[in-house]
């Protein structure tokens, strides 16, 4: 379609056997699709937190300094032994970062599937977006309808799929109600829509009264502060009226995940008509997927025996939901882009920007209300 340039601009993050991060940029060869894939101009990318994970690691960013290579921006930092210890796997690989965004697919393999896409806007998921341009299987795109704002398109898959993720979860697995933590993120947001819309009880925790009010503002019904002096007792109070026995933890570390269990089993116990030194007959299951806490896991045990504490990532998700669902859900994304899924940005940088260090520092504080946008 366009005279392509002959090479391909790319973030990569580096973990080096001396103890150092660097991120820095290549220029790599102009990939040529494959029979099944697709050569997509990158057009916008989000900044996730799950992208911040590998982007930085286990760094310690007060470390961080700036440098040039080849008149490109470079981020260094020092990796502390626990950080080198997390990262020993990926020790002096070089890595593409960036799970998602949207563009212009310039060019197409030879299957009929890659030569529709021609011309068209499309969702990316796969790795690796953090880039001019990006090849990759058909199936890990989502043709968008014609004049979809790339702004617009750029968060269709994590956000959007792993907040419907929960929901599909809640009914595979039998529970009735949510609750949800870091509930004020652009991800809570989107899960707030979808259950107002569906009808799910949701109990959504957040830690300032400001993100109340934005909780307020978009039609939250149960909104617990966990740094109100009486949080346990208002998130007990709120489990009761929804009867929720299921939850999704962003934060990870720290008492959370095992104060939200105890509510619920205090809930369960108020519903038992008769005593039982083992506790409730009501299971009770904490689904962790976020790491805003890197801290340990802390767990008070005064739940009874009928619970489970387990991981949640949207891959593994979706294999197992199967195709016909996964299918549903990316279908919902694309028929709710601009109300439900929309997500809105703070700041918008060019690739290059991304690795200047006063705004890697402000977009790695993750601060809620501040999403940043890479516009390649």
Known sequence: MTDLPETNLVM?????????????????????PQPHEVLVKVLTTPIN???????????????ARASERDG????TADIPPAGMRAMTGRVGDALAIGNEGCGLVVQ???????????????ALLG????????????????????????????????????????????????????????????????LV???????IPLVNIVRSDAQVEILKGIGATHIVNSSADDFQDRLVDAIVETGATLGFDAIGGGKLAGQILAAM???????????????????????????LDLGPTVLNRSFGLTWGLGGFLLTPFMQKAGWEVVGRMRQRVVDELTTTFKSNYSHEISLTEALNLDTAHAYNAKRTGEKYLIRP
């Open 12 to 32: 990569l993050t580096l973990v080096k056997p001396e103890g150092q991060l660097e991120v820095f940029f290549e220029r790599r060869p102009m990939p040529e």
């Open 49 to 63: 937190p799950s992208d911040l994970g590998l982007l930085f690691g286990g760094a310690d960013m007060s470390t």
């Open 72 to 75: 490109l921006p470079v981020i």
């Open 108 to 122: 197409a393999g030879d299957s009929p599937e890659a030569q529709g896409l021609l011309g068209k806007s499309v």
């Open 127 to 190: 790795g690796e977006m953090y880039a001019e341009y990006r090849c990759l299987p058909v199936q890990m795109t989502m043709a968008l309808p014609d004049g979809t704002d790339p702004v617009d398109g750029a968060s269709c898959f994590v956000n959007p799929l792993t907040s419907l993720a929960f929901t599909e979860t809640m009914r595979m697995e039998g529970h009735s109600a949510l609750v949800h933590t870091a509930a004020a993120s652009n991800l809570g947001q989107m």
């Open 193 to 199: 829509k979808i259950c107002a819309k569906d009808g």
């Open 265 to 291: 089993e205090v809930a369960a116990v108020k519903r038992m008509t008769t005593y039982s030194r083992y506790g409730s007959d009501s299971y009770k299951q904490v689904y962790i997927y976020g790491a």
